[in-house]
């Protein structure tokens, strides 16, 4: 159900001041002088993120299949503000498109947070075939009249736990295990779930906690688990993959109403196969941060995560509040292989 109550009729002051920056620099206008029109989209991770590639191939093959009408002019780094000042400008019509995560959307449809649940998908590949399978379309559609639409989803990894000591395997291996979480309420209840207990607390202060025996381990996905050379101090990686993070390409309706229909059907479609370009630049990433940790010590076990959703299924119930919800899940799950 949409809630236009959540919709944000005031840009915030970053906002504004980066669309007047926008404006003044000339490069608000949306047609350049060659006759090409300029998408400038927003986007808060570097360009060695697989997501910033998944853009730049969508531009290019975007600019190939309409005769260099359209291209993506992006920019990383958080340059045009974080996700929420992003999402702003796009409703605003500043600039077109920005890649923001699935909480952000959630305030303007409660649906969304059907795409966050624990256990909602079995694996990777379930969730890719989810958000490429086109079941969601009517959920992305839902935000019209917002200033902004959802054009797909790309996936931000799946989250696991890894420990000191010993892999975990069961939910059994999970009791008394103090796991670092993100804090929030959800992941909290979520690690109990699991047989562990979950304990909130900052990323930069993880390593050294779990180093000082504070926490027993912590969950991420391998690129962070990799890149924050956590293994060095939990060495045991056990692929739980209770939650799988979505993060979606939004854009300004009036920009997509404006299109030539055909146009605008090019740019839908090419914009559903960038997913499936992101996800296999992802694996790509996944499995050099696989590497790193294990030539660091790490040893990665896969895990039966049956036992883990069956104690959670109590959680995913009490999330399901809405008719529309508890049917966005079953459609999810009859995916699952």
Same mark, same amino acid.
Request: glycine share 6%; hydrophobic share 40%.
């Given at each position: 159900?949409?809630?236009?109550?959540?919709?944000?009729? #005031?840009?915030?002051?970053?906002?504004?001041?980066?669309?007047?920056?926008?404006?003044?620099?000339?490069?608000?206008?949306?047609?350049?002088?060659?006759?090409?029109?300029?998408?400038?989209?927003?986007?808060?991770?570097?360009?060695?993120?697989?997501?910033?590639?998944?853009?730049?191939?969508?531009?290019? #093959?975007? !600019?190939?299949?309409?005769?260099?009408?359209? /291209?993506?002019?992006?920019?990383?780094?958080?340059?045009?503000?974080?996700?929420?000042?992003?999402?702003?400008?796009?409703?605003?019509?500043?600039?077109?498109?920005?890649?923001?995560?699935?909480?952000?959307?959630?305030?303007?449809?409660?649906?969304?947070?059907?795409?966050?649940?624990?256990? %909602?998908?079995?694996?990777? !590949?379930?969730?890719?075939?989810?958000?490429?399978?086109?079941?969601?379309?009517?959920?992305?559609?839902?935000?019209?009249?917002?200033?902004?639409?959802?054009?797909?989803?790309?996936?931000?990894?799946?989250?696991?736990?890894?420990?000191?000591?010993?892999?975990?395997?069961?939910?059994?291996?999970?009791?008394?295990?103090?796991?670092?979480?993100?804090?929030?309420?959800?992941?909290? #209840?979520?690690?109990?779930?699991?047989?562990?207990?979950?304990?909130?607390?900052?990323?930069?202060?993880?390593?050294?906690?779990?180093?000082?025996?504070?926490?027993?381990?912590? !969950?991420?996905?391998?690129?962070?688990?990799?890149?924050?050379?956590?293994?060095?101090?939990?060495?045991?990686?056990?692929?739980?993959?209770? %939650?799988?993070v979505a993060d979606l390409l939004v854009a300004n309706e009036s920009f997509l109403a404006k299109m030539d229909?055909?146009?605008?059907?090019?740019?839908? /479609?090419?914009?559903?196969?960038?997913?499936?370009?992101?996800?296999?630049?992802?694996? /790509?990433?996944?499995?050099?941060?696989?590497?790193?940790?294990?030539?660091?010590?790490?040893?990665?076990?896969?895990?039966?995560?049956?036992?883990?959703?069956?104690?959670?299924?109590?959680?995913?119930?009490?999330?399901?509040?809405?008719?529309?919800?508890?049917?966005?899940?079953?459609?999810?799950? !009859?995916?699952?292989?």
């Amino acid at each position: 159900m949409l809630h236009l109550k959540h919709v944000l009729p #005031k840009i915030s002051l970053v906002a504004t001041a980066v669309a007047a920056t926008i404006l003044l620099s000339g490069c608000g206008d949306d047609a350049a002088p060659t006759g090409t029109v300029t998408l400038k989209t927003a986007f808060n991770q570097s360009e060695n993120n697989p997501q910033y590639k998944a853009l730049v191939s969508f531009s290019d #093959k975007l !600019e190939a299949a309409t005769n260099g009408r359209y /291209k993506l002019e992006i920019h990383p780094n958080e340059l045009l503000g974080d996700q929420r000042a992003s999402l702003e400008l796009v409703q605003s019509g500043a600039i077109q498109m920005a890649v923001v995560a699935n909480p952000l959307v959630e305030n303007f449809n409660k649906n969304f947070s059907v795409l966050a649940m624990p256990y %909602v998908y079995d694996n990777p !590949e379930h969730q890719r075939k989810v958000f490429t399978s086109g079941v969601l379309d009517s959920l992305f559609a839902s935000t019209k009249g917002t200033g902004f639409e959802v054009i797909t989803a790309y996936t931000a990894g799946a989250r696991s736990v890894y420990t000191k000591g010993a892999a975990v395997t069961t939910p059994a291996d999970m009791q008394g295990k103090k796991i670092r979480v993100m804090q929030s309420d959800t992941m909290i #209840k979520m690690l109990s779930c699991m047989g562990g207990t979950g304990v909130p607390m900052g990323q930069g202060e993880v390593y050294s906690a779990i180093q000082q025996g504070v926490l027993d381990g912590a !969950e991420n996905n391998e690129i962070t688990y990799a890149d924050l050379k956590q293994y060095e101090v939990a060495p045991y990686f056990s692929a739980t993959r209770h %939650v799988m993070v979505a993060d979606l390409l939004v854009a300004n309706e009036s920009f997509l109403a404006k299109m030539d229909e055909g146009d605008r059907e090019l740019f839908r /479609k090419l914009a559903k196969e960038s997913t499936q370009t992101q996800f296999e630049l992802w694996d /790509k990433a996944l499995d050099g941060a696989r590497q790193t940790a294990k030539d660091n010590g790490a040893t990665f076990t896969e895990v039966d995560i049956k036992p883990f959703q069956e104690r959670c299924k109590p959680l995913q119930s009490a999330m399901l509040t809405t008719p529309e919800q508890k049917a966005l899940y079953e459609k999810i799950r !009859e995916l699952a292989e």
